[in-house]
């Protein structure tokens, strides 16, 4: 309230009038601030749905790349992968039907058909190294391994499995692995090592893991790593190790401390000068991001440097078999990996090198309960 007081009329009405606008001046001040206050409010519940929705998305989108989206797994991806094909002329009618059968018929059994399976590369590889290479030194190869090429079912995240099976393919080649795959005669299908892991899982191995698949591996596309592979193998007594190759251990980004560890690995016989060493030990199971390998092999050559021999589920099958009707400089490099072949940030190795006692397995289950692999360096 102004406590003013004014004995000429002009001047009240002037200073009234001064209050008026004053007044205006005000509420329309506060109106404004109201509205800009509105404003931002409205643009932080803008923002914040916008985020949420990208996060959705973000996460709709690894529930998709890593096969947890609820849109079946092997078997619905083969039935509709084989359907495109009939529908592009790529396939029969008739051969549609067979393959069909045979797919009903490998997942009542549990065995896998072997449809992209190549065998007898590994004894190819060594009469070659034997008769022909000239610039190879020396030469280390694993028992005998198949090589198998992701199908229909699992193309876009079978490797891991596949991966699995190469290896399991060469345990069963020694009879020093033979107590612990009383129950795997035969090579599984994608669908039963999924069964596998999850077994393992009800054990207690890798509890962290089996929460991030919410223990559930059977009827999705979800991808699969080294700690799965090391879980299975350790679930089924036998004696393996991670190796973690965490970061670049050489120039331009490449990994020669690995080489020199797979070397080790193959070449525990330092009394064994052959040329070729056709070894009893199986494979190795290599993981990087986004993608799993198997390494057969290491090359040793007169010029002083490493070639890693690996076999790759992504290379199809018709490519491999190349291997087995002539090796030569040119299809070796279906398998030749040198250092700069190799350089993505971090690798992962899986190797096994024996069979666990009954102690020792409840041993590493425990272990497990919080996985720490081995780091180099």
């Not at 893991?209 to 679930?235: D, M, N, P, V």
Request: some cysteine; aromatic content about 8%.
């Amino acid at each position: 309230m102004c406590h003013l007081v004014c004995a000429d009329y002009p001047v009240l009405q002037e200073h009234v009038e001064l209050h008026l606008e004053e007044s205006s001046y005000l509420e329309g001040k506060n109106l404004h601030d109201l509205e800009l206050a509105q404003h931002i409010q409205n643009e932080e519940v803008r923002q914040r749905r916008e985020a949420s929705r990208q996060e959705r998305e973000d996460f709709q989108k690894l529930q998709r790349q890593y096969g947890l989206d609820g849109s079946g797994g092997y078997k619905e991806q083969s039935l509709k992968n084989m359907e495109k094909e009939v529908a592009r002329g790529r396939m029969q009618p008739s051969e549609y039907h067979k393959r069909k059968a045979d797919l009903m018929e490998s997942l009542a059994f549990g065995i896998d058909d072997w449809r992209t399976r190549t065998s007898g590369i590994t004894e190819v590889l060594s009469h070659y190294y034997r008769s022909e290479s000239k610039d190879i030194k020396r030469v280390w190869l694993s028992m005998g391994v198949d090589h198998c090429y992701c199908s229909l079912g699992d193309k876009g995240w079978g490797c891991g499995y596949r991966n699995f099976q190469m290896l399991l393919s060469s345990l069963q080649r020694n009879s020093a692995y033979q107590d612990c795959l009383t129950d795997l005669r035969s090579i599984p299908c994608i669908p039963t090592i999924q069964s596998l892991i999850e077994n393992s899982w009800k054990e207690g191995f890798d509890p962290q893991g089996a929460s991030h698949f919410t223990s559930r591996l059977q009827g999705t596309k979800a991808w699969i790593g080294a700690c799965e592979i090391y879980s299975l193998l350790t679930s089924l007594r036998l004696k393996c190790q991670i190796i973690d190759f965490h970061q670049p251990t050489g120039p331009s980004e490449t990994h020669p401390r690995l080489f020199e560890w797979v070397l080790n690995y193959y070449n525990s016989d330092k009394e064994n000068s052959a040329k070729v060493v056709c070894t009893s030990k199986p494979p190795i199971y290599l993981q990087h991001q986004g993608h799993s390998r198997t390494i057969l092999g290491i090359e040793e050559r007169k010029n002083k440097t490493f070639a890693l021999l690996i076999f790759d589920p992504g290379c199809p099958s018709q490519e491999m078999q190349k291997l087995l009707n002539d090796v030569d400089s040119n299809t070796l490099r279906l398998i030749r990996r040198f250092a700069g072949g190799l350089r993505h940030k971090q690798y992962q190795v899986v190797a096994v090198d024996g069979v666990l006692t009954a102690e020792e397995k409840v041993a590493r289950r425990q272990a497990s309960q919080l996985f720490v692999a081995q780091r180099i360096p």
